[in-house]
């Protein structure tokens, strides 16, 4: 796998609130041992920096575009686990990527390595709409405040 740019839940949201208003894409790939930690920051820095809560929707649960679309509707910022491999998976975000980005919102994609390598080499519209591909890591409380 390619080494992308390492960033954490604070950062990231840090740059979203900057381009709010935006549509963006981001691919976010971290481990699994760490998946439930970055979730846990992620939702955290959202709700301190931009004011809202943030639910992470699982693709697993929602292979129809509708079903991301209209998941929370409302939502300027929607974040979904790309939690399994599926052969719909390529369709979903490949062939439907125009439909994400005219929501106007900005889209968080978490998965495992493993995971978005298979996407980004199956997917070639998904991986040119994206925004950025980044390796997202827990944020390290002992490092004083200075993210």
């Known amino acids: 796998m390619i080494d992308f740019s390492t960033t954490t839940a ?6 979203l609130v900057m381009g709010r208003g935006t549509t963006a894409m981001y691919l976010l790939i971290c481990d699994e041992g760490t998946q439930l930690a970055v979730e846990a920051d992620l939702q955290a820095e959202v709700e ?17 575009v509708d ?15 790309i939690d399994r491999w599926s052969p719909e ?25 493993a995971i978005a390598e298979q ?18 890591v827990p944020d390290d409380p002992s490092s004083g405040g200075t993210r």
């Not at 301190?48 to 129809?64: F, K, T």
């Not at 079903?67 to 686990?81: E, Q």
């Not at 998976?89 to 390595?113: C, K, M, N, S, Y």
């Open 10 to 15: 604070f950062r990231l949201v840090r740059r």
């Open 119 to 136: 996407l980004l080499m199956e997917a070639p519209n998904f991986r040119n709409r994206l925004t950025d591909i980044l390796r997202i």
């Open 89 to 113: 998976l390529v369709p979903l975000l490949d062939t439907h990527v125009i439909r994400l980005e005219r929501t106007g919102a900005q889209f968080l994609f978490l998965t495992t390595p």
């Open 67 to 81: 079903d991301i679309l209209l998941a929370h509707d409302t939502a300027s910022l929607r974040a979904l686990r």
């Open 48 to 64: 301190v920096q931009m004011a809202s809560p943030l639910q992470i929707g699982r693709v697993s649960e929602r292979l129809d």
